[in-house]
């Protein structure tokens, strides 16, 4: 059985993703990201925070049941870490949908703070979109040219009812662009080793997805391995976005207690990772519409 405190090997199955550590808190970056200097963009670890057990050590989320005090001091180490201001940070309530919201200069961007969905998209310089994530996906877009950027959050459901070639569809429209000018990162999540599911659970992916694209495979009598990852893979190729310009971490958030909160191990008091995602330019914006956009 695991125990806090124990040393695990340094990660050797990341590529194009890196490691760094900024005011002792590490984070993961995708390297290719960061040749257009105008996003910025993060995925935490569990290391660097003040939680107690079981929350150790920098859970970002609120609805686990830690100390809120723990919680908002965490994110202030986080936001010092990566360059954001925790005050600002967007986010939505969270509902394992399929709804997007965007957010341009013409929007009251705290209208949006808080309500249901699973994905943000803005072209506002310096205003922080974030998901909270515990085994699912988080996929941060990015529209360098625009600029604009995006964060979705796709475990299970959401990917199911196609989250992010819905957010692809609505950047595109909402800034005048084709799929090809998007980018894509999709952070660490539970991997195809350890998300085992019902059959019922498992059926979306069976009628969406052909067998041999490895989305899911069999298991034990009435379970199948999923492989979200894959999934999501899968839906940015058919949705338009070139595959050179898609990067996935491929590191199991259930295999990797040490970096990772994992809710599938670790259960209902598991800790969360926040990953962010900002316009860190003032560069001048497309003119956009002056509506707030939401969908479906």
Known sequence: MWRW????????????????????????????MHQHGVVMHAFSTRLGGVSEP???SLNLGFGGGDSRVCVLRNRARFGQAVGINPDDLM????VHGNQVCVLTEANEAMLVQGTPGDGLITNRPYLPLGVITAD?????????RVPAVGILHAGRKGTARRVVPTAIALM???????????FAAIGPGIGRCCYEV???????????????????????????YLD?????????RAAGVPSSQMWSAD??????????????REGPRSGRMLNAVMIQSNTALVSQSSQRNCSP
Not at 228 to 236: E, G, K, M, T
């Open 91 to 94: 986010t939505l309530r969270q």
């Open 54 to 56: 079981p929350y150790t």
């Open 228 to 236: 979200l990852q894959q999934a999501i893979l899968l839906q940015l």
């Open 198 to 224: 019902d059959e019922a659970s498992a059926k979306p992916f069976q009628s969406g997805f052909a067998v041999d694209t490895a989305v899911y495979r069999p298991s034990r009598p009435n379970h199948i």
């Open 136 to 144: 699912c996906f988080p996929v941060v877009l990015a529209a360098p």
């Open 5 to 32: 405190g124990l040393h695990e090997p340094p990660l050797t199955t990341m590529s194009v993703f890196s490691l760094e550590t900024t005011h002792e808190v590490p984070f993961f970056t995708c390297v290719p």
């Open 172 to 182: 595109c429209q909402a800034f005048d662009i084709s799929p090809e000018a998007v």
């Open 251 to 264: 590191l199991c958030t259930a295999c990797h207690p040490y970096w990772f909160y994992s809710y599938r």
